[in-house]
């Protein structure tokens, strides 16, 4: 039987009259003295397979045996059905219980659960159908990425993850070790790579070495940060696509970043309707319960297309600090975070301001003060400012940080001193400023808030199959 058996998004009219063979779990089965209907899905698509058993034909305490979750293999024709929710229909000859499964035990039931109960059994929510679209998605926007890289003549690179460096200077990393921590006076020097090392924070410098030989690449890589920020767009654990260019300036790279996200949104609008459409719909339904204020002003599709045919505004930190110290974001007419001091980090109250109120718009915030960034960055003419661009998203906040890098030695050399980097640590990164420098330029994207703003899911956990936060490392 297994022979034949087809996938169910692989089914077209072509079977119609045919006979054919599937395999999957029963979401949902209705069962009455003549005829059981059995909703089956394969996760290969969101549209499950009816399956009609006629009770003539078929034992009644194996029917029985079926439930939520039940594993099946079944063969039978294929016909038009007459139901208005399907196109069609298999009619069971042919049927095998593959796993059984105990209903009073399965944590799945055939009605709605909440995001946050999913979470807890994230073992298992992939077959639901609202994980499952969400998983077909990122696997589509990864496929999308890489597509759209190599159709450029970019080549990937693997960069490490384990690192002796701490490419963003923030200091916020999982220690790797062998050592028997247990033991007093540890010394790194006794420990498997004699130095401490840690998980990458970001691929970039290994990328830039790459970029200064093959001009343009990307990684894209697992990337780790024990920050304690317990919200709903950090993970500890999440994946990172960071293209690398030489000969690029601040104004390439923009125009890449921007040209690259409404590549990978136009590539998820043309291949994941059926999806995006039960997303859609599941948004609709959830924020009936919401007040009209916490609801998206646009349906999730018009949102997708909407960015595809809009242009990014472009706006200098100083002139979008302007903006929002001028400005009344809410009756109180204030931020939870002052805008009062030019330098300050914008937070996720400030970006969202600017994209959803201010610009109505993707934002790409460029020339940020120097003290806010990573020694890496350009130093601007004004020496106050850099060459850095964070992309601005509706909902999600930074979606994208990047800059044109420092490619003067001496500018370099000095903002390490300055900044109290090694240079002794980066001799290596040093060393392609030292020979054949190059004006060159990055960016790095979070793959899940590029997933949540295409999902909409509000929570960046439901975005990755098994997520990493601070007191939870499930799975
Ligand atoms: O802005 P970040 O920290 O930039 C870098 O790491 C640079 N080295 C990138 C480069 O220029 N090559 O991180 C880049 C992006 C952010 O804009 C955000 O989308 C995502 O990575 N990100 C996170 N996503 C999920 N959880 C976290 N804790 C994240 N931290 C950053
Ligand atoms: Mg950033």
Known sequence: MDKERIKIILITEKHFESEISVSGWVRTKRQSKNVSFI????GSTINSLQVVLDM????????????SGTSLSVSGKLVKSEGKNQAFELIASNLKILGKSDPDEYPIQPKRHSFEFLREV?????????????????????FAIHKFFNDKG????????????????????????????????????????????????????????????????????????AENSNTSKHLSEFWMIEPEMAFYDIEDNMNLAEEMLKYVIKYVLNNCNDDLVFLENLEKNEEKSLPQIQRNEFPLIERLS????????????????????????????KFKFKVDEWGIDFQSEHERYLVEKH????????????????????????????AAMDVLFPIVGEIIGGSQREERL????????????????????LDTRKFGTVVHSGFGLGLERLVQFITGMKNIRDVIPFPRTPGNCNY
């Open 39 to 42: 909703s089956l899905n394969d």
């Open 154 to 225: 970019f080549y990937n690179i693997h960069t490490p993850i384990i690192t002796s460096s701490d490419a963003e200077g923030a200091g916020e990393m999982f220690k790797v070790t062998s050592l028997d921590l247990d033991k007093k006076n540890i010394d790194f020097k006794d420990d498997f790579f004699s130095k401490p090392v840690n998980l990458t924070v970001s691929g970039q410098l290994n990328a830039e070495l790459g970029a200064l030989a093959l001009s343009e690449v990307y990684t894209f890589g697992p990337t780790f940060r």
């Open 306 to 333: 909407k960015i595809t045919d809009s242009n990014f505004n472009r706006v200098s930190y100083t002139d979008a600090f302007n903006i929002l110290r001028n400005s009344k974001p809410n009756k109180k007419g």
């Open 359 to 386: 610009f109505k718009n993707p934002v790409i915030v460029i020339d940020y003060p120097k003290d806010i960034k990573a020694f890496y960055m350009r130093s601007n003419e004004d020496n106050k400012t850099v």
């Open 410 to 429: 001496d500018m370099l050399t000095k903002r390490m001193d300055e900044m109290n980097v090694s240079k002794k640590d980066l001799s290596w990164y």
């Open 122 to 142: 994230a073992h298992l929510r992939p077959r639901t159908n609202t994980f499952s679209s969400i998983f077909r998605i990122r696997h589509s926007i990864i």
């Open 56 to 67: 003539n034909d078929f034992d009644l305490k194996l029917v029985d045996e079926i439930n």
